[in-house]
């Protein structure tokens, strides 16, 4: 209790009549005031009915300085001398506070957080932040995946790349129960091959795995895909799709992926966030980079290290994953190997037959040996989301009997495969610089400037120029549109009756027929003038001699 309650309970016995002077002792050594002082309190309630210490006025931060500290980014400073700036155009310098007096009234109105807010945005202001956590739960009671893009270069088929991780962690034993890694951005296939890996229980996947209660997920569409909804969803598992941008929900796998970083991947070749000593910049050339094979087989590894031998914070007895995992009495639900065996593949839904070509999928054909002699076969397919070089047959008739694996008949080679790749990234650095000359060409540029005056263009066109270029334009223009009554027709047949003229009419069309030689003229009378002589010289035509006059 303050002075405010100490002062309402002595001006309540005050009105009884009760007060006295040990009342107002008691205040003063509770609260570590003098008598005096208790006394003045008691007093001004008297005469003012207040209670606590009178607040000076201070000046407040409005939505207009809110608004304001938000285009200067927080600085105070920029604010302030706007600020003034107006008020001295306004006639009314006096009528802004100094300098220190915003900055304080800013200190007391806003939070840490926003203030950060303001000057680095929402990340920013995150920083200051309090998160809960969830109450502790059982294995399998919640997975949580992501995806993650590895900063380390590797090398695949003479090409640098860097890698995506696809991973489940289960959140009550912090164990990794499923990983996928692509050399590219991820799609459905890697969530799904992760899903696989992370709920059977065989070799190599096991012993961790089962059948999770819920998935929790960001919004990443290869994530909310139908394939994988659909995939989870026949086991009867919810997909729980976070709000966008909120890392914190999802904390476990949000750590993981900093624990992988942190202590791994600084330590490898190729490593694109190394501190790199002042003026180089070069990357290490691909010949020294790490094969994508050998990255692979190193993740594993780290990967199989965290579930067995590393003690992160926050489990049980400062445990291992596989120690909290193996504690856990919680019943596992396990899936027969046999309905895991196409979990991450689809089905187009069409009826095929098996014919001498093997089986034709997407214009292509795929065979195998266990073809031989099913020429007929009514067949379905199933294909794993974004790969075409095998697909597996099932029999049309018997949906879950499954026939074999088909491979593609014909396989381009490694040699045709670069050369491929080296022709598409030619034509995508050609057509690159085309863009960016013609984003020059439309972009006038102009010089800097220190002084209010309109800036110059850097390029001094000349007038001789800019007509030569519109004449093109224009030449150009007329070309493209090439309109039809742009072309003249052609010469009637001959045995085509022509419409009688008036004289006045022959008179005009006599004065305007051209002055320069007609194609007869240079070429001398083509082959069916003679045919046609005497037809061009009834009454009313125009043979050729009348253009000539």
Excluded at 159 to 183: L, Q, R, S
Excluded at 238 to 266: F, I, Q, S
Excluded at 330 to 335: G, I, R, S
Aim: net charge positive.
């Amino acid at each position: 209790m303050g002075r405010e309650g100490a002062v309402a309970r002595l001006v309540a016995l005050d009105l009884r009549g009760e007060l006295t002077t040990d009342h107002a002792r008691l205040v003063a050594e509770a609260l570590g005031v003098s008598l005096r002082t208790v006394w003045s309190w008691v007093a001004v309630a008297r005469r003012e009915g207040r209670l606590s210490a009178r607040r000076p006025a201070r000046v407040r931060t409005t939505v207009d300085l809110r608004a304001r500290l938000a285009v200067w980014g927080g600085n105070v400073a920029a604010v302030h001398r706007e600020l003034a700036a107006e008020a001295a155009a306004a006639g009314e310098p006096d009528s802004v506070p100094s300098l220190r007096t915003l900055q304080r009234a800013v200190r007391q109105d806003l939070s840490a957080g926003e203030r950060a807010g303001l000057k680095g945005g929402e990340g920013a202001r995150r920083r200051f932040d309090v998160y809960g956590k969830r109450p502790p739960a059982h294995r399998n009671a919640c997975w949580e995946g992501d995806h993650k893009r590895v900063p380390v270069r590797v090398e695949l088929d003479g090409t640098a790349v860097c890698p995506w991780v696809t991973w489940f962690v289960d959140v009550a034993t912090k164990v990794i129960v499923g990983v996928a890694v692509t050399p590219h951005q991820p799609a459905r296939d890697a969530v799904l091959a992760a899903l696989r890996a992370g709920i059977s229980r065989a070799g190599p996947y096991g012993p961790f795995g089962g059948l999770p209660v819920v998935v929790r997920v960001d919004r990443g569409k290869e994530f909310l895909c139908r394939a994988v909804t659909r995939a989870l969803g026949a086991f009867a598992v919810p997909v729980d799709d976070l709000p966008a941008y909120t890392p914190y929900r999802k904390g476990t796998v949000e750590a993981l992926n900093g624990a992988l970083e942190e202590m791994l991947l600084v330590s490898l070749p190729g490593y694109t966030r190394r501190a790199r000593p002042a003026g180089a910049h070069q990357s290490d050339p691909v010949d020294a980079l790490m094969p994508f094979a050998d990255f692979v087989k190193v993740l594993l590894d780290w990967v199989a290290w965290w579930n067995t031998e590393h003690r992160p914070a926050g489990l049980k007895d400062n445990g291992t994953p596989r120690q909290a995992w193996e504690a856990d009495p919680t019943p596992l639900e396990d899936v027969p190997e046999e309905q895991l065996a196409f979990f991450a593949l689809e089905d187009d839904g069409r009826v095929r037959k098996i014919g001498t070509n093997g089986v034709t999928w997407r214009r292509r054909a795929y065979i195998a040996p266990w073809m031989v002699g099913r020429v007929g076969t009514r067949v379905r397919l199933r294909y794993l989301p974004h790969y075409d070089g095998e697909i597996e047959v099932f029999d049309a008739t018997d949906p879950a009997r499954h026939l074999g694996k088909a491979y593609l008949a014909q396989t381009a080679t490694l040699e045709q495969r670069r050369a491929l790749s080296s022709v598409r990234e030619k034509k995508a650095r050609a057509l690159k610089a085309d863009l960016k000359a013609a984003e020059k060409l439309r972009r006038t540029r102009y010089t800097a400037t220190t002084t209010p005056d309109a800036p110059r263009p850097r390029r001094t066109l000349t007038g001789r120029q800019a007509q030569q270029e519109i004449t093109r334009a224009r030449v150009t223009d007329l070309a493209a549109r090439a309109l039809p009554d742009l072309i003249p027709p052609r010469d009637p047949p001959p045995g085509w009756a022509r419409p009688r003229l008036s004289g006045a009419r022959q008179g005009v069309q006599a004065q305007q027929a051209p002055a320069s030689p007609t194609p007869d003229d240079i070429n001398g009378p083509g082959p069916d003038s003679e045919e046609r002589g005497e037809d061009d010289q009834h009454p009313g035509s125009q043979g050729p001699s009348a253009g000539r006059a």
